[in-house]
């Protein structure tokens, strides 16, 4: 019982690794999970990493290709569509109860988190993979502070793994040369709706900033950006 305990932990670390991978633009669109790779850089063997493996792939951000093995999965401009349309009704639903339920810590927390990002603008440069990385992260903290202030775990669940499928563009899309300073009005008008509790704009305002996102996300599909 106890190995097999151990080799779950091990199969969900793993997970998690690969996961983050894709999600930060280390795995992109169209590249091969190596396994092999993987083995000799983490010292393990390839029966966990098979395991995790597959359990991306039933999340949907890999597809397993016969003799090529574990790629990872490119949207396409319908599954965009699909994403980002379920996307406005639970982020919008989330917000509203956000207003509701949302504590001054939890205030000030996505305060703190909005703050960091105006402060990356300063020395941004696209040329830095670190800088862009730590916008991809802070965006997600920023959001996903308020989906939890909702109070409802299962939405933020739902909420997450809807992220998950879509971040891996999301992490190209902010190459944009001037996303960043967008990012930034936008994240404004989402969080002066939140500390006005007022569910109208910020929901109006949560639909503008998805809106902005899944145009560029598509412009990037189509102009094969992600792909660089």
Known sequence: MNKFLKKETLVEQITLMIREYIISGEFPPGSKISLRQLAQKLGVSRTPLREAARRIESEGLAIYVPRKGFIINFLNIDNVEE???IREILESFACKLA????TKKEVEKIEKIKNKIEKIKLNFSLNK??????????????????????????LVDMI?????????IIYYVLNSPKRI???????????????DRD??????????????????VIKCIKEKDCLK
């Open 83 to 85: 994403i980002y349309s």
């Open 99 to 102: 207003c509701q339920n949302i």
């Open 129 to 154: 993979k670190r800088d862009i990385k730590l916008l991809h992260k802070l965006n997600r903290d920023f959001h996903f502070s308020i989906y939890k202030a909702s109070k409802n775990k299962l």
């Open 160 to 168: 997450s793994n809807l992220w998950d499928k879509s971040s891996c």
């Open 181 to 195: 300073n967008n990012l930034i009005s936008e994240h404004e008008n989402i969080y002066n709706s939140l500390i």
């Open 199 to 216: 569910e109208i704009k910020i929901e109006k305002a949560l639909k503008n900033h998805l809106s902005i996102s899944k145009n560029l």
